[in-house]
C-alpha cells in the first residue's frame, strides 16, 4: 500500500519568508501523480501545485514550488513571500496514475503565518 | 466556479436517525465517486469508491450497511448514514472523478459536517 508521511505537524513562518514543507511517500508504482492541498478553516480541500512523476521538472505556480526528488521519493512544498492567507492545513497526497483512482494523504502539517 | 457542490454542508441530527448527504458534479460527468470522512485534526480517509451504476467498494472497517452509496447517475452520488451515533460525527467529503472538457479531472466537495447529538 501507498504511504504518505509528512513530518511536521506544525510549522510556523513570517510573513513573507519561505517556508517548505517535507512529504516523503513510498510507491512500487511508476505511474503517479504528487499534489499539495491546502485545507483552510472552511475545510475545502484547495489544490495548490500537481507533480506528475514521469516530468523531471519541478511543478511551480506563482509562489508555491516543489522540490521532487523521485529517487528519494521526496516531494516538499515551498511557499515564497508568505502571506496570511496561506496560514491552513496542508495536506501532501499521492495518486496512482490518472483520474479515477484515490488519494492517499499525508497527515497534514498546520502552518501558521506570522504578521 | 465551483464543479462539485455537497448538500447539507452542516447536519445536526439525534442519535439513531438517518441523514442523507448529496454531492453533485455540476459540469462534469463523473464516471467515480470516492468518499472520505475527516475526523477533527486528523486526515482524510477515503471509505469507498463507487462507479456510475455499480454497486460500491467499501475499505475495511467502514460499515456498508451502515454507509450507504448511491451512484445512480454520472453527476450525482448519495451516503447515507443509516441509525447514527455519536462516533459517526465528522466531516464527510466526497471527490468525483471523471471526464470534464479539457480532460480527465477530478475534484473535492466543500465537505459536510455531521454532529450527531
Known amino acids: 500500500a501507498q504511504t504518505v508521511t509528512q513530518s511536521q505537524p506544525e510549522m510556523s513562518v513570517q510573513e513573507a519568508e519561505t517556508v517548505t514543507l517535507s512529504c516523503t511517500y513510498d510507491t512500487s508504482e511508476s505511474d503517479y501523480y504528487l499534489f499539495w492541498y491546502k485545507q483552510p478553516p472552511s475545510r475545502q480541500m484547495i489544490l495548490v501545485i500537481r507533480?506528475?512523476?514521469?516530468?523531471?521538472q519541478n511543478a511551480t505556480e506563482n509562489r508555491f514550488s516543489v522540490n521532487f526528488q523521485k529517487a528519494a521519493k521526496s516531494f516538499s512544498l515551498k511557499i515564497s513571500d508568505s502571506q496570511l492567507g496561506d496560514a491552513a492545513m496542508y495536506f501532501c497526497?499521492?495518486?496512482?496514475?490518472?483520474?479515477?483512482?484515490?488519494?492517499?494523504f499525508g497527515t497534514g502539517t498546520s502552518l501558521t503565518v506570522i504578521p | 466556479g465551483a464543479v462539485v457542490s455537497q448538500h447539507p454542508s452542516w447536519v445536526i441530527c439525534k442519535s439513531g436517525t438517518s441523514v442523507k448527504i448529496e454531492c453533485r458534479s455540476l459540469?462534469?460527468?463523473?464516471?467515480?465517486m470516492f468518499w472520505y470522512r475527516q475526523f477533527p485534526k486528523q486526515s482524510l480517509m477515503l471509505m469507498a469508491t463507487?462507479?456510475?451504476?455499480?454497486?460500491?467498494?467499501?475499505e475495511q472497517g467502514v460499515e456498508k450497511d451502515k454507509f450507504l452509496i448511491n451512484h445512480a447517475s454520472l453527476t450525482l452520488s448519495t451516503l447515507t448514514v443509516t441509525s447514527a451515533h455519536p462516533e459517526d460525527s465528522s466531516f464527510y467529503i466526497c471527490s468525483p472523478a471523471g471526464v470534464r472538457r479539457g480532460g480527465e479531472t477530478q475534484y473535492f466537495g466543500p465537505g459536510t459536517r455531521l454532529l450527531v447529538l
Open positions: 497526497a499521492y495518486r496512482r496514475g490518472v483520474t479515477g483512482n484515490q488519494f492517499y
Open positions: 459540469d462534469f460527468q463523473a464516471t467515480t
Open positions: 463507487s462507479n456510475e451504476g455499480s454497486k460500491a467498494t467499501y
Open positions: 507533480q506528475e512523476a514521469y516530468k523531471q
